[in-house]
């Protein structure tokens, strides 16, 4: 499950599962049903796959059952978190054209209401003299959460691998931690969201999977604790073409974004990363590189900025 | 009509104040003046009004029940609104009772007697109406019982419930003990009848005997000891809600002391305000007299200086540095978009005021009242300028965010949830006068007799 320790060959292999695993969603039958095999008749069409020996075999079509996802994890898991992690996301602005696929993908994934984004992408204008650049700006999971000190129901939350979750079913809509996070990351529910499936809807809630989101509460990145314990990355990293989220664990110092994986110290220490607002205190899980060498310019992302 | 002569010949009295000679009242006199009455057209007009907002404020609230909170302006940057700062106007007018009921009996301030009981329906009334507002502030108001089940003891929502709740049964205390010997001169008094059976199950105890008078008299000083840290602990954990973030306008360490002088001086207001209305309403020129004026008109004044010294510092020393976080936001408190709201609360709510009361013609019944209501309509301005501006103005850029999520002006739902939150309070005060005496006969009885011995 480690997602370091993963093979590169493992690591396609387990995305080509969950892929097929998607394809295959859309059938109903469950493999665990009764006479599900009898059903089956092959189709001819031939699939290659990898075996867990590391061999390339091919496999009819119409063997490959969807697996019911992993069953949920219980409240009281959810609120302890992955044992033996720390995660940590560093992002480099050098990297950032403001396509917002990051955007569509943690928003399409998570049933976000359609006039809310978890994910912001923020035209940073510091300065009269310095140069703008294009942040992506996810929730920090702070180490000093300002948002977990001040909620009243215990509804959010700072689990043992760092992630800061929510949990939508006792979160009673006091927007306390809105006004305390100064990184202004918190999203709230001002209606039920109108972007879920009603497949989903019924889903049973669970906070690692933040879905489905419910009116009156708040909502905001999570880090997508449900792809870690599947070894999986979150979807913003997966979905950005250019590589610009790195996702990874401080306890094993390295960070990945899919395709290139670096120690992450090494990486602060080459490419200066900082924090954002750390004077603050809030002692943030993200780190972000300087956009030194951009790879685009500043306004090749004004192209695609809706404000 | 016989109303506008007596109007004119009020009018005659407060251009010329004279040293009124104190007049001697015969107990039967003071109490056929001060039990409560039935009311008049007027009185029926007013209650038709209050009930009128109410009914719309109801109505919104299902509105909001049914659709979420979406029905409100409030969005992700603007996330508080006119309920919160609603919430801030009642629990700081609600320090009233404190500051008379408590601070003046303790201090052995005799002349401050008739009005312990307006202060403190206004203090209860308040705070009902405050843990009203927030409770249809929250977005899932059907988990309430999550704070009690879930409650985290470091959050300061948790201790403002807890000083809140403390200083709700505090007020009523003091507003139901002392009420007791009037309760039986109310009884005795009143025909049978609906009336008669409530203060039969109040306070039918009380037989004024002396050992009751002790107790009760203990029993007051004793609240009023115990509720001037509570007040002050309301009020400062209120502040607290803003000043334990990092936001421009809320990070600033001088909260606690700038929320309860504004909170006095509010408060102070509102009796003013109700002095007027009861004393014009109720013909009690014989109990709230010029002299109570004066006093009170004075004690505002002091309050408002205190005020005014707290708003120099909160807003004039960060003005001086402009930090970036703050640059945006003091920029749109002084000459941006919130500037003539800003402007209208300090001038109108505070030193226009302050000015007029400082002279003595000012410290009369009708200029009283006239700057008890600019005192209060700009301490509600006030608040609403504590809240909103700082949340508009955050760290990072708003973007990414519909066009709507970056201003905010109070909804229709919204306003009348609000007017009827207050008109709800204005109900509470009111239904209180009707049955109960708004100035305390047995204590009046007792000061005038103490009054002719010195004689």
Known sequence: MDINNTSRKEFLASLLTTGLVLAGCSTKKSPFEEGADEMVKPTGEKVKLLSVDGEVIEVDKAFLKPVPDMPAVTNSEARRGIPGKKFVMVIDLSRCKNLRKCQAACNHMHHVHSDLNWLKVYPMDEGEHTAPYWQPTTCMHCDEPPCVKVCPVDATFKRQDGIVLIDSDRCIGCRFCMAACPYSIRVFNWEAPDTIPEEVCGQPYNPETSVPQKKGTVGKCDFCPDMARKGELPHCVSACPNGTFFYGDLNEDSVTNGAETFRFSDLIRDKAGYQLMDELGTKPSVYYLPPAARNFPFEKGMENDKG | ?455
């Open chain 2, 1 to 455: 009509m016989e109303h506008s002569n007596s109007l004119r010949k009020v009018k005659k009295a407060q251009l010329h104040p004279i040293h009124k000679e104190k007049v001697v009242l015969s107990d039967e006199q003071i109490i056929s003046d001060l039990l409560p009455r039935k009311f008049g057209k007027l009185g029926i007009i007013w209650i038709a009004i209050l009930l009128a907002f109410c009914a719309v404020g109801m109505f919104a609230y299902y509105r909001q029940l049914r659709y979420g909170l979406i029905v409100t302006s409030m969005r992700d940057y603007a996330s508080w609104g006119i309920y919160i700062s609603n919430f801030v106007f009642f629990v700081a007018i609600s320090l009233v009772g404190s500051l008379i009921t408590a601070v003046l009996r303790l201090t052995g301030v005799h002349w401050a007697t008739p009005l312990t009981r307006i202060a403190e329906i206004i203090a209860v009334a308040a705070i009902t109406f405050g843990a009203i507002i927030i409770i249809v502030d929250m977005g899932r108001p059907d988990r309430f019982y999550n704070l009690f089940l879930f409650g985290r003891l470091q959050s300061p929502i948790i201790w403002d419930v807890t000083v809140i709740t403390t200083y709700f049964f505090i007020s009523c205390l003091l507003l139901y003990i002392p009420l007791l010997p009037d309760m039986k001169i109310l009884l005795s008094n009143t025909k049978a009848g609906g009336p008669s059976k409530l203060y039969k199950f109040m306070g039918s105890f009380w037989k004024g005997t002396h050992l009751q008078f002790r107790i009760s008299k203990k029993a007051i000083n004793i609240l009023c000891i115990a509720i001037v840290p509570v007040a002050f602990s309301i009020h400062t954990v209120t502040s607290w809600l803003f000043a334990t973030t990092y936001r421009p306008g809320w990070d600033s360490t001088n909260f606690g002391a700038y929320f309860i002088a504004g909170a006095f001086l509010a408060g102070a207001g509102a009796v003013n305000v109700a002095m007027f209305v009861f004393r014009k309403y109720y013909k009690l020129e014989n109990y709230i007299t010029q002299e109570h004026f004066d006093k009170m008109g004075k004690i505002t004044v002091m309050l408002g200086m205190l005020y005014l010294y707290f708003n120099v510092n909160e807003y004039l020393v960060p003005y001086f540095k402009m930090k970036k976080p703050e640059v945006a936001f003091l920029d749109s408190l002084f000459t941006g978009s919130f500037s003539i709201l800003f402007w209208s609360a300090i001038f109108g709510g505070m030193i226009i005021p302050m000015i007029v009361l400082l002279f003595k013609k000012g410290r009369t019944p009708l200029p009283m009242f006239v700057c008890g209501i600019m005192i209060v309509v700009g301490a509600w301005f006030k608040r609403y300028l504590i809240v909103t501006p700082t949340l508009l103005q955050p760290f990072l850029p708003m973007h990414n965010v519909p066009e709507s999520y970056k201003h905010y002006f109070p909804s229709w739902e919204e306003w009348s949830i609000a007017l009827a939150s207050l008109s709800g309070a204005l109900l509470i005060i009111t239904i209180f006068v009707r049955f109960f005496p708004i100035i305390p006969i047995q204590e009046t009885i007792i000061e005038q007799h103490e009054k002719e011995h010195h004689h």
